[in-house]
RNA sequence: CGAGGUGUAGCACAGUCCGGUUAGUGUACCUGCUUUGGGAGCAGGGGGCCGCAGGUUCGAAUCCUGCCACCUCGACCA
């Protein structure tokens, strides 16, 4: 029994231990849909939490959430050329609105005759359905800034998926701006990459590289896009947000324009970033380990779990009476706390399903330390247990516990990158590194061409994350052509 | 789309090569008793169009043909 519900370790097989992590701890499942998943209530409890964390962070920026259509008219797509050719080969398209019973009884089918006119083509991302309706939202510079979010699903026909980290359909928050001049929307697009990167270090304890994409891992419309890269244990890169420049080349497909301030007509300038369920995938491959989820706690939806111990029915009593009162001390602190009364589970069961489910902290309480005016307080990041006095602060215990427990998953994780960052000056030692176990970040020169990048990709599955930002400027040489370079970029392997 | 693999109870699998009792094991589930400080023990019980459709045969989970679905690894991508 023991043995039965033991993930497969990371070193027998990181993907299998990915996947078997997200189903025992109860995130999500794969559905009967091809490509996409169900995601569970104690998945989506964790999701929320990053929306309701992140939701604020975009109106502390002045944001405001609005709802536009899931449908998007095939003909929009086809407005802005770069666009187009980036989501085309992965578009879900509706072409009928009727089924009707099949003429021989073997079922429903599609109805020939409710054919659409144009069809609709399910949102990949909502730049064409946003920028068609801000032409009519925007008439004058005082009508400027445009700061709206949603939060929606969109729909990309991958062809291979993983739970969270690349599903059919995938839930996120993408923000569409519009600004006066280019400064404007440049600051801007750099001010929620400083969102995104904050958030991702202060409330996923998930260490990032800000920086710049190539122009060709650029967003389809973008002129720059710009990104937070994480290194997950297995040695491969996840790029974790997004935020682009796009220039006015959405406001010219579209029409967008504005009188200034002296009646001159022009284009708006604009922005978009994104983040989606895949953060899901990054928390999990940054602090999880061979025993489960491993959550930092200003996520996690139970922050301590208490579990009572006893063996018969007046310890029980007064055992649950015990708990139940450090539970609402907890609560009343601010502090997210799950009693588990759960009379059908024993104790031991409870603690290894915590363990899997991540979380932080787990107080236990039985008749001897009831006795003894004790509790067993265990760290899941640590799997660390002692035996404290229950005093009258054990809220400001935990507080500090959790506060500790947030700063060293993050520090782990930033160790973790430094340990497997590296420097190389030439290809034979940057492929070299590819092949280790964990290739990690590579810092390297590069010539600056779409050409070497696509070189270097073809015969080493590497690509540049990006160009990190305030990147050190050093004089040095291509890796691959030999050509002059002023900085190195970062290079990985990714997801 | 290329290469592999798998479809049998909620889940994980055996059985298939070599056709033949009532299709089996673990786990999960239900009932009872004993248990409860690291995934409890014993006893009893329920649950199966063996992926789908044809075919061969006295007889098919097993052999043949076709189809479908899913998974892993590539190419494409957040």
């Given at each position: 029994m023991a043995k039965g519900n033991k993930l497969t370790t990371r070193a027998e097989n990181y993907p299998e231990w990915y996947n078997d992590l997200v189903k025992k701890a109860d995130l999500a499942e794969n559905s009967e849909v091809r490509g996409c998943m169900v995601i569970k209530p104690y998945g989506y409890?964790?999701?929320?939490?990053?929306?309701?964390?992140?939701?604020?962070?975009?109106?502390?920026?002045?944001?405001?959430?609005?709802?536009?259509?899931?449908?998007?008219?095939?003909?929009?797509?086809?407005?802005?050329?770069?666009?187009?050719?980036?989501?085309a080969k992965e578009c879900a398209v509706v072409t009928h609105h009727r089924l009707m019973n099949a003429p021989d009884g073997s079922g429903v089918v599609v109805d020939p005759d409710a054919k659409l006119e144009e069809e609709l083509v399910v949102?990949?991302?909502?730049?064409?359905?946003?920028?068609?309706?801000?032409?009519?939202?925007?008439?004058?510079?005082?009508?400027?800034p445009l700061l709206i979010n949603q939060w929606a699903n969109v729909v990309r026909w991958e062809?291979?998926?993983?739970?969270?980290?690349?599903?059919a359909e995938f839930l996120w928050q993408e923000g569409h701006t519009a600004h006066a001049t280019q400064e404007e929307a440049v600051e801007e697009a750099e001010r929620m990459l400083g969102v995104y990167g904050d958030f991702a270090e202060e409330t996923l304890a998930i260490p990032v590289i800000r920086g710049v994409k190539t122009e060709r891992e650029r967003f389809?419309?973008?002129?720059?896009?710009?990104?937070?890269?994480?290194?997950?244990?297995?040695?491969?890169?996840?790029?974790?947000?997004t935020s682009h420049f796009l220039g006015q080349n959405f406001a010219k497909a579209f029409d967008v324009k504005y009188a200034t301030?002296?009646?001159?007509?022009?284009?708006?300038?604009?922005?978009?970033?994104?983040?989606?369920?895949?953060?899901?995938?990054?928390?999990?491959?940054?602090?999880?380990?061979?025993?489960?989820?491993?959550l930092p706690p200003s996520?996690?939806?139970?922050?301590?779990?208490?579990?009572?111990?006893?063996?018969?029915?007046?310890?029980?009593?007064?055992?649950?009476?015990?708990?139940?009162?450090?539970?609402?001390?907890?609560?009343?602190?601010?502090?997210?706390?799950?009693?588990?009364?759960?009379?059908?589970?024993?104790?031991?069961?409870?603690?290894?399903?915590?363990?899997?489910?991540g979380v932080p902290i787990r107080i236990a309480l039985g008749p001897r330390d009831l006795a003894n005016?004790?509790?067993?307080?265990?760290?899941?990041?640590?799997?660390?247990?002692?035996?404290?006095?229950?005093?009258?602060?054990?809220?400001?215990?935990?507080?500090?516990?959790?506060?500790?427990?947030?700063?060293?998953?993050?520090?782990?994780?930033k160790t973790f990158r430094e340990e497997n960052t590296t420097s190389v000056d030439t290809y034979d030692e940057f492929k070299a590194q590819l092949e280790k176990p964990i290739p990690g970040f590579i810092y390297a020169h590069w010539d600056g061409t779409t050409e070497t990048e696509e070189k270097i990709q073809a015969e080493t599955k590497a690509t540049i994350r990006c160009i990190p930002i305030g990147n050190e400027q050093e004089e040095g040489v291509c890796i691959y052509s030999g050509k002059p370079s002023k900085q190195r970029v970062l290079f990985a392997k990714a997801y």
């Open positions: 409890a964790i999701w929320e939490r990053m929306q309701q964390t992140l939701d604020q962070m975009f109106k502390d920026t002045g944001h405001v959430n609005a709802y536009f259509p899931l449908f998007i008219p095939k003909s929009f797509l086809s407005k802005e050329a770069d666009h187009v050719d980036g989501f949102r990949p991302t909502s730049e064409t359905i946003i920028w068609s309706t801000y032409r009519n939202w925007i008439q004058s510079y005082r009508d400027l062809l291979r998926t993983r739970m969270f980290l690349r599903t389809a419309g973008a002129l720059d896009t710009y990104c937070i890269e994480g290194l997950m244990q297995d040695g491969k890169a996840l790029q974790a947000g301030k002296d009646n001159k007509e022009e284009y708006v300038w604009a922005t978009s970033w994104g983040v989606s369920t895949r953060l899901m995938g990054a928390l999990i491959m940054t602090h999880s380990d061979d025993e489960g989820l491993v996520l996690a939806p139970h922050q301590v779990v208490i579990v009572p111990i006893y063996r018969k029915d007046d310890e029980k009593d007064k055992v649950l009476a015990k708990c139940a009162e450090i539970a609402q001390t907890l609560k009343t602190a601010g502090i997210r706390v799950k009693l588990d009364d759960d009379d059908t589970k024993k104790p031991g069961w409870k603690f290894a399903e915590w363990e899997l489910k005016g004790k509790i067993e307080v265990a760290r899941r990041d640590l799997k660390t247990k002692e035996v404290m006095d229950l005093t009258d602060t054990v809220d400001e215990t935990m507080t500090a516990l959790l506060a500790d427990i947030q700063t060293q998953i993050y520090q782990k994780a």
